[in-house]
């Protein structure tokens, strides 16, 4: 059951005009799947928990209902969820004032990086639209998740800040980006139905509350256009959700593999992906475009 996102007085200036910003409550509960649900408060039994595993949300960063769960796959299906295709690949979005200057700054920088790389297109909500991101540092549950595709409403990216101990989400621009594209459709990419023949999972090394995070999509409800890829900002790294210190919970099956995942920047994959998956490449003239920003600018 979508929980809405109460508006007070919160005022912001866009565009030269007041207009009234949702404000969102310090304590929210974004839907789980019931198959993944997990105590939201089990992060204490990780050593160094990931900002992108401590919300216990599906997969430790993602919310989502029953219904998207049962039919979801590398990207979201448009042709069963066509509501949750942002319209014409365009997404209103707000960064809360919350957030310091160069948090701001950084955030910015994951929009510009998708924009540019893309034929999504972020734009700064007007006040009218009905649906848009609301980007907020939720304190619980706290650390870095989104709702996968569009939710409706005044949708939350929340993207913890850094603190004492830790640059959290905003260290650098890439764990945005991870969120957003969360927010755009696109799930982890070691989920593939076809992931046995690049990666192990290791079982014994995962937290067992956890074990579910790791399961992977049936044949029917995976689609892959691209080869696997390792270098993927939407990829698990190696030790996510394990017991502790050399307990990798993930390892490349394939040989010369010296990473999994990284929250760096958008890898070729990505971006072909998130092309493809917002139709993108439909336009020849586009499609030159967008293929050639992705192989020079991927990582």
Not at 113 to 139: E, H, Q, S
Not at 168 to 182: D, I, K, W
Not at 238 to 259: D, L
Not at 266 to 280: A, I
Request: glycine share 6%; charged share 25%.
């Amino acid at each position: 059951m979508r929980r809405p996102i109460f508006v007070l007085f919160f005022l912001l200036h866009l565009k030269n005009a007041r207009v009234i910003l949702p404000t969102v409550p310090d304590v929210m509960h974004p839907p789980v799947p019931d198959d993944a649900k997990v105590d939201r408060d089990m992060a204490f039994m990780m050593e160094d928990p990931d900002p992108e595993v401590t919300p216990g949300l599906f997969q430790g960063d993602m919310a989502m209902t029953n219904e998207i769960y049962n039919y979801w796959r590398v990207g979201i299906r448009w042709d069963v969820f066509p509501e949750k295709l942002w319209v014409n690949g365009t997404v209103p979005y707000v960064i809360s004032p919350i957030y310091e200057p160069s948090d701001q700054v950084t955030i910015l920088k994951a929009i510009h990086i998708l924009n540019f790389m893309t034929c999504v297109r972020f734009v700064p909500w007007d006040g009218k639209a009905k649906d848009y991101l609301l980007i907020w540092p939720i304190k619980y549950p706290k650390g870095c998740w989104s709702f996968v595709g569009r939710f409706g409403g005044a949708q939350i990216v929340s993207l913890q800040p850094p603190d004492a101990t830790s640059p959290n989400c905003l260290g650098t621009e890439g764990r945005a980006v991870h969120e957003l594209m969360h927010a755009l459709g696109v799930f982890h990419e070691q989920s593939r139905w076809d992931r046995d023949k690049f990666v192990k999972i290791h079982m014994d090394n995962i937290i067992p509350q956890y074990k579910t995070n790791f399961d992977k999509q049936s044949l029917e409800n995976t689609t892959y256009s691209f080869e696997y890829d390792y270098d993927s900002i939407m990829h698990y790294g190696k030790y996510f959700f394990s017991k502790g210190k050399n307990k990798p919970t993930i390892t490349a099956k394939q040989p010369g593999i010296k990473r999994l995942g990284q929250r760096k920047a958008l890898s070729k994959g990505d971006c072909l992906k998130l092309n493809d998956l917002y139709g993108c490449f439909d336009n020849p003239r586009l499609r030159r475009k967008y293929y050639t920003l992705c192989q020079f600018m991927g990582i």
